[in-house]
């Protein structure tokens, strides 16, 4: 590897609180890595002389942002729910589809039958289409095995695309998704497994434990009993958070001091009033509310509640086949009452800081080199154009991929 300037910046997005507006945006700028790190950021007539004879990558007057970080998704799956699709546009609701052994249910029973390499080469393929619209680190959940052997395998499925590809996979351990069919009759009976074997053949695959609590899913205390258990094994601490009712989970979540409510539909004033006290970040997920015609979260009291805001795609086989975050930052800037910086912001140092990253979704010096280049003059072009095909190139620490 070597050391890289990116120059003829027209317009640099570096999300430094040192910088003027929340975008901390230079321009006719340049920004230097070396190694897999970013050295300096400036205007470019300002360039220090030591790297001068670095590579160069000329941005052609574009604007440069932070790569995507992507902290909520469902990439490793085998199966096909279009049909499903077609069912909800049709007047199915989501529990009935449930109900009926379809759902998730219907992509765990796919996904207990495919192989590892079945699931790998299908999640690679989505990964790379990911990186090629500037995503640059991913957040991968388990959960559509609902056993040992299989919430291992997609684990491990989740850590060889991070070896594979130019891209950062942060795992999470999603065995708390649904109940599997063979445990309807008996839900202690798969939480002692969740919190038991499985938890110690998963919690060494992953960064993180989500559960999802909800009406379809895990009580309230059911998820506490997870989450204090996989917290036990080392593991941060996610949930799916009050999507399709408020039943409590997103102050679970803020009493757990989680790292990050997910959803969050029908979140109440108090409920955001103690995940801002505890840091609990709400990561909004617009893409689920526009597959399946549902009224969006209010991002716009989400974001004056004073909780830090992220975005995710919720790349999921049912409710949210989304790939792009900056289709995801056009549906928020559009449908969720967020400002186009504020949705930018979200969905790199907001989705950063959900993950507990301090090292990306900023272009300041010491970040990672993760750096997206835009086929536009500016960032606004990204709501103002959402059919996509904006990305002109990514670099993944300080290589350009």
């Known amino acids: 590897m070597s050391d890289l300037v990116v120059f003829n910046i027209g317009s640099l997005v570096t999300n430094d609180p ?36 670095s590579r ?37 609701s989501y529990e009935e589809i449930l109900a009926a052994g379809g759902g998730i249910l219907s992509t765990v029973e796919a996904t207990r039958a495919a192989s590892e390499e079945e699931l790998f ?45 130019p891209i950062d996979v942060i795992p999470t351990f999603l065995g ?22 499985m938890l110690d053949a998963c919690a060494p695959l992953a960064t993180f434990c989500d559960v999802f609590c909800d009406d379809a899913a895990f009580t309230v205390d059911e998820a ?29 979540a803020a009493d757990l001091h989680a790292a990050s409510a997910d959803h969050l539909d029908h979140v109440t004033d108090h409920d955001l009033e103690a995940m801002r006290r505890a840091g609990t970040v709400a990561v909004l997920l617009p893409a689920v509310s526009f597959s399946m015609r549902l009224p969006y979260p209010d991002g716009r009291r989400i974001w004056d509640s004073g909780v830090t805001v992220a ?56 970040a990672l080199g993760d750096l997206v280049i835009l086929d536009a003059p500016t960032y606004l072009h990204i709501p103002y154009r959402p059919d996509g095909g904006l990305v002109a190139a990514v670099v993944k620490r300080g290589t350009i991929v």
């Open 18 to 53: 040192d910088r003027d507006g929340l975008l901390g945006i230079v321009e006719k700028a340049a920004v230097a890595i070396v190694g897999e790190a970013i050295a300096w950021v400036g205007p470019e007539e300002n360039l220090p002389d030591e790297f001068s004879d």
């Open 56 to 92: 160069g990558l000329d941005a052609g007057g574009a604007a440069v942002l932070p790569g995507f970080v992507d902290p909520h998704t469902h990439l490793v799956f085998a199966g096909d729910r279009s049909d499903e699709f077609a069912g909800r546009l049709r007047g199915r």
């Open 121 to 165: 080469e299908e999640a690679a393929g989505r990964a790379w289409r990911m990186l090629s619209t500037g995503t640059t680190t991913v957040e991968v959940k388990s959960g559509y095995g609902l056993d040992v052997e299989t919430e291992e395998k997609m684990l491990r499925v989740a850590g060889r695309i991070g070896e594979f590809l």
């Open 176 to 197: 708390a998704h649904v109940f599997p069919v063979e445990y309807r009759s008996d839900r202690d009976a798969y939480i002692d497994l969740v919190t038991g074997p």
């Open 224 to 252: 506490r009993r997870i989450l204090e258990a996989a917290r036990q094994h080392g593991l941060a601490l996610r949930v799916h958070a009050d999507q399709l009712g408020r039943v409590g989970a997103a102050a679970l």
């Open 311 to 366: 975005l995710a795609t919720d790349c999921n086989p049912g409710t949210a086949y989304v790939e792009s975050m900056p289709f995801v930052i056009a549906l928020a800037s559009l449908n969720m009452g967020l400002e186009p910086e504020e949705a930018l912001w979200a969905a790199t140092a907001g989705a950063a800081g959900s993950l507990g990253l301090a090292d990306r979704g900023r272009i300041v010096p010491g």
